[in-house]
């Protein structure tokens, strides 16, 4: 890319006004924790990496398109714990996401977002709550909305950064 690199134009693309519905998946040689925290930052929806099976590249697609969120499976981990060991202050994502904000969700809706912090999927979270997948799809884009998050990405940090999920919680 002659002009810009990855994270810019995934910057300008999670900006643009017209491209509201695009959501962006990294695929990179750099499989670096900076790389996916910018990558995240500027608002990928997803990161995998060059050697990542073509199955798995395919399924990938499939996932960000479906409006879900998804790392590579080597550094997840690592990224998690890293972003975990910041002091609150320098790990803050957004003003916007303050455990004040919790407040505009219902007690349903606090238990699906703890759910998808703690990375469950739609299926795994209606088996949890005892709900249909459609519903608790319909949670889960109600929350997106009523919180201002882009993905479920955001999600998990608002979960996360709120204190409504904490380390070792288990799920």
Do not use: C, W
Not at 9 to 32: F, H, K, N, P, S
Not at 38 to 47: D, H, P, Q, Y
Not at 92 to 97: E, M, N, P, Q, V
Not at 140 to 147: A, D, G, H, K
């Amino acid at each position: 890319m002659p002009e810009l690199d990855g994270i810019e134009a995934t910057g300008l693309i999670a900006a643009a006004e017209d491209l509201a519905g695009v959501r962006v998946l990294v695929l990179t040689t750099y499989g670096t924790d900076e790389h996916i925290i910018a990558a995240l930052r500027a608002g990928a929806s997803g990161f995998i990496v060059k050697d990542t099976l073509p199955a798995d590249m395919l399924q990938a697609v499939r996932t960000v398109a479906a409006g879900d969120a998804l790392l590579s499976p080597g550094p997840t981990a690592r990224v998690i714990a890293r972003v975990l060991r910041l002091p609150e202050t320098a790990s803050s994502l957004d003003a916007r996401f303050t455990p004040e904000r919790l407040a505009a969700l219902s007690s349903r809706e606090r238990e699906v977002l703890t759910l998808v912090a703690k990375g469950l999927n739609n299926t795994e979270i209606a088996q949890a709550l005892h709900l249909s997948p459609f519903t608790a799809k319909t949670h889960v884009s109600r929350i997106m909305n009523r919180l201002g998050a882009r993905d479920r990405a955001q999600l998990v940090i608002i979960g996360y950064e709120t204190g409504l999920v904490v380390p070792g919680g288990g799920i």
